[in-house]
């Protein structure tokens, strides 16, 4: 099938979603060059909190080739600079190094530095490869210690909805929600999963009344667009589409629609193109 134009996915994992296309993954690397930080090399924590703004606002501005060589520079003055290797292991992700990215999780967690982020920067490494039994092995146990997290309910939800499995996959969701009521991430979670399971009208009184707010972002109004889109509403879905897209990925989109009514895609397909295109939830 011809790859739908759909949004943005940035951050995590979610960034973004669109690596889950298919990469050649890269050889694991180590964190840092093997250099023993010296007084020479050391950071004052001034120019420390400097070096760190300007690697993350490098990132996310999409320059991925600066951002980690600021953060590598930081790592090699001091190797316990966890936001700077939480930092390196994002851009990691963000140019498609994914071995490089596990590698740093994995070593965060032998020394019991950031234990949450790194487990769920693997967990979000498993379900961007594809790898959902992992990824739910590792979303549930961080469920149990973490009951209702919004970033472990949207990334377990996905799991399961990846998986086919909506009914549960909307209990995890409804559950988060029920602690965090304006969390907009579970929300769009929740419309999408809906649209993509028979239930498109309820999904669109989900996102519908949220879809304007100034926080929601193009990804709760696309999973909105797709709702109407599932009723047969190209008009209302069109309207959606335009405030984020230009006219061909609207009409790509509405075709994809179009699609997933005649059910020449099944649910689980479409949650699977979807989430490689950047529409389905975060992680």
């Not at 943005?8 to 993954?25: E, V």
């Not at 989900?206 to 304007?212: E, I, P, T, Y």
């Not at 100034?214 to 069109?238: C, K, T, W």
């Amino acid at each position: 099938m011809r790859a739908i134009r759909s949004f943005s996915y940035s951050g995590w994992i979610y960034r973004g979603a669109a690596a889950f296309s298919l990469l050649i993954l890269a050889a694991c690397a180590p964190m840092t060059p093997d250099i023993q930080p010296t007084d020479d090399m050391a950071i004052g924590a001034g120019d420390l909190a400097s070096r760190m703004r300007l690697a993350d606002s490098a990132a996310r501005s999409g320059d991925v080739t600066v951002a980690t060589s600021i953060y590598e520079e930081i790592l090699r003055a001091d190797p316990d600079q966890v936001p700077a290797a939480l930092g390196l292991a994002r851009t990691a992700i963000q140019s498609g190094s994914y071995g490089r990215a596990r590698g740093i999780y994995e070593d965060l967690l032998s020394r019991n530095l950031a234990p949450f982020d790194a487990e769920l920067g693997l967990a979000r490494l498993d379900l961007r490869q594809d790898r959902l039994a992992d990824a739910k092995r590792r979303y549930r146990a961080l469920n149990q210690r973490y009951p209702a997290h919004p970033l472990v309910a949207a990334g377990l939800g996905l799991t399961l909805d990846l998986e086919g499995d909506a009914g549960a996959a909307q209990a995890v969701y409804r559950s988060a929600l029920a602690q965090h009521p304006d969390n907009l991430d579970l929300q769009a979670n929740l419309g999408l999963s809906l649209a993509l399971s028979d239930q498109a009208a309820e999904a669109v009184r989900l996102l519908r009344d949220v879809a304007g707010l100034p926080s929601a972002g193009p990804r709760l109004r696309q999973n909105l667009a797709l709702a109407y889109g599932m009723l047969g509403r190209e008009a209302d879905a069109r309207a959606v589409l335009e405030i984020d897209l230009g006219n061909q990925a609207v009409q790509q989109n509405l075709r994809f629609y179009q699609l997933l009514r005649e059910r020449l895609v099944s649910p689980e397909a479409a949650r699977r193109t979807l989430a490689r295109q950047g529409t389905a939830p975060r992680p």
